[in-house]
């Protein structure tokens, strides 16, 4: 008795569809991929947008109140003279002495100082919202160059803090200049701020090529980053030692924001109490930037 064997046809189309499939799964992905990351720029240009509109619209009035609060002031002054030539008893006169020289001047110099806060917070966003609107001129650096440069305009801040700032190997890059001087003056302002009172301050600036990118970095042997604010560090308005150094907290946002806008990153590593080092890296072959939007080019020329 003989064995049949059937045997089923092959389909010479099967192996060929799957790489056709995959190849169409592939451009599918892809097309998704480019329309988030549009969809991304545009909703980042609203954003830039919006905050430029506002920090700009504010200013008018935050003026206004700060004038009304000088004229106030000035306007106590001359009650308090005008008290003195009246007759009338010590205690009443006393009494309304202390209300316009603690009570009401002491408001209205409650209302300048916080307005004039309030400006140091509006000219801090208009100056992040401007690094992601300017339009970068991106040529050849010598970025020992520009960091000598950088140094020698801090020099008098250096030599306050008694510190020491070395520069190593130093790549060129593609960059806009102005742009990549102000991500070096911040992350050395950064470490001068930050210094240990146990140790004369030493930072060193320093690079190398990593293939595609170059990267750059910023060391210092100063107090470092508590672990519970290193999640926050590159966010707007973060101070994670407000009583060491005055300002608005906004020196490694907008680093951050020139570094991304050049198509690279910027991190730290620090252990507290023994220092930070800040890094960034560039693309080797620059990336273009977006270009101001007309909404906000419009608002600029007002």
Known sequence: MSTMIHSHPHN???????????????????????????????????????VYIVSHDLRAP??????????????????????LACSLPDRERDAIREILDEDIAGALRFISASSSKFERLIDALLGLSRQGRQVYQIAPIDVRELVANTVATLQQLITEAGATVTLGSLPPVMADMTALGQVFANLIGNSLKYRSPHRPL?????????????????????IGI???????LFQ???????ALAAGEGMGLAIAHRVV???????????????GSTFFFSLPAKPVSAPLMSEEARTHERQ
């Open 12 to 50: 010479p189309a099967g192996p060929a569809t799957l790489p056709a499939e995959l190849e169409i799964q592939v451009a599918e992905r892809t097309r998704q991929l480019e329309s988030t990351v549009a969809e991304l720029r545009r909703k980042n240009e609203e954003v830039e947008a919006f």
């Open 62 to 83: 935050l003026v206004n109140v700060q004038g009304v609060a000088r004229e106030l002031l000035t306007s106590c002054e001359s009650l308090k003279s005008i008290l």
């Open 202 to 222: 030493e930072v060193e600036v320093g690079g190398e090529n990593d293939g595609a990118m170059v990267r750059y970095w910023v060391r210092d042997n100063g």
């Open 226 to 232: 508590p672990e519970i604010g290193k999640s926050r």
């Open 236 to 242: 707007v308005f973060q101070r994670l030692h407000p």
């Open 260 to 274: 991304e806008r050049h198509g690279g990153k910027v991190w730290a590593e620090s252990q507290e109490g023994q």
